[in-house]
């Protein structure tokens, strides 16, 4: 069973476009993080969330932790091709999980 | 800071053969270290958690026997595939843990991928 849901699953877009990816959960966490995975390496964080409605941002990424710590989502304004990957949200409660994870195409 | 350093990056084998998987943390001491798998366009599945000088505590629906964690050092965390079979083709990846606590960062390595023929 998964606890996590990401979405969208797949999403192509052209550079400069902004997006949103979602991810959701019926449980509560204590804190959320979110990676990136390129294709042949591992995962990596990107950052973590703690606090009910956190908003956090690294350059043109924009992460918000629900009030309720129970969902979160990834906002990328001005997407670049370099943004291309695959986006993992993972949950931590009693121990941590991961999302099926957002694969996102940037084209040029 | 914080590498963590995964070997062999690429392994292909014939069915029946065991294979080991190397997962070590390179500038720091790892507590915990997560064994992980990840089959093509899915996420991680968690496989097993391992503590340095202790059993490792493996996931529901994942043999113990068939994948041999050992965590000899703070530094070094092993997985052996035995007598791997092409189910068992998937891409592994370690992640290196300071303390194991909940929510503590986890580092990842840049993952094995196992092809069984």
């Known amino acids: 069973t998964q606890l996590l849901e990401q979405s969208p699953q797949f999403l192509s877009i052209q550079e400069g476009e902004n997006l949103t990816v979602y991810c959701n959960s019926s449980s509560v966490f204590s804190s959320l993080q979110w990676y990136r995975q390129e294709p042949g390496e591992g995962p990596v964080l990107l950052v973590t969330v703690v606090t009910g409605g956190e908003v956090k941002k690294l350059k043109r990424l924009t992460f918000q932790f629900g009030d309720a710590r129970k969902d979160s989502s990834l906002h990328i304004t001005a997407a670049q091709p370099g943004d291309t990957g695959l986006y993992l949200c993972?949950?931590?409660?009693?121990?941590?999980?991961f999302g099926a994870g957002t694969r996102l195409t940037v084209k040029p | 800071g914080a590498v963590v350093s995964q070997h062999p990056s690429r392994v292909i084998c014939k069915s029946g053969t065991s294979v080991k998987i190397e997962c070590r943390s390179l500038d720091f001491q790892a507590t915990t270290m997560f064994w992980y798998r990840q089959f093509p366009k899915q996420s991680l599945m968690l496989m097993a958690t391992s503590n340095e000088g202790s059993k490792a505590t493996y996931e529901q629906g994942v043999e113990k026997d068939k994948f041999l964690i050992n965590h000899a050092s703070l530094t070094l965390s092993t997985l052996t595939v035995t007598s791997a079979h092409p189910e068992d083709s998937s891409f592994y990846i370690c992640s290196a843990s300071r303390t194991g606590l909940r929510g503590q960062p986890q580092h990842f390595g840049d993952g094995t991928r196992l092809s069984i023929l």
């Open positions: 993972a949950g931590v409660s009693r121990d941590m999980r």
